[in-house]
């Protein structure tokens, strides 16, 4: 069993920084890829980003493109989002998930361990 834990959520003004960092625990871990989506109140889970675990590379939703950035560190089995730039749209439970099957990297479904989710509230 895989668990990935968040930390790193917070209240902030508009502009500020947030950094959120999820580690993975548990049987050996060898993800393709892992992502961070957000859930905001009566609105579905989107896709926010994603790297690869052994190319690093990168995916980001449009809106976050030049303002967030994902990076992870292979021998702490963590994957870490900058967030730069804040913006009060940004609010939302922000959710860390892995996959160790190669698909979509942009929809949930693609996924199957999720972390419990850490929140984000940016005030105007």
């Known amino acids: 069993q895989v668990q990935l834990v968040e930390s790193g959520g917070g209240l902030v003004q508009a502009g500020d920084s947030l950094r959120l960092s999820c580690a993975a625990s548990g049987r050996t871990f060898d993800p393709v890829a892992m992502g961070w989506f957000r859930q905001a109140p009566g609105k579905e889970r989107e896709f926010v980003a994603a790297i690869t675990w052994r190319g690093g590379n990168p995916y980001y939703h449009y809106s976050v493109k030049g303002r967030f950035t994902i990076s992870r560190d292979n021998a702490k089995n963590t994957v870490y989002l900058q967030m730069n730039n804040l913006e009060p749209e940004d609010t939302a439970v922000y959710y860390c998930?892995?996959?160790?099957?190669?698909?979509?990297?942009?929809?949930?479904?693609?996924?199957?361990?999720w972390g419990q989710g850490t929140q984000v509230t940016v005030s105007s």
């Open positions: 998930a892995a996959t160790e099957r190669i698909g979509s990297l942009k929809m949930t479904a693609s996924y199957h361990h």
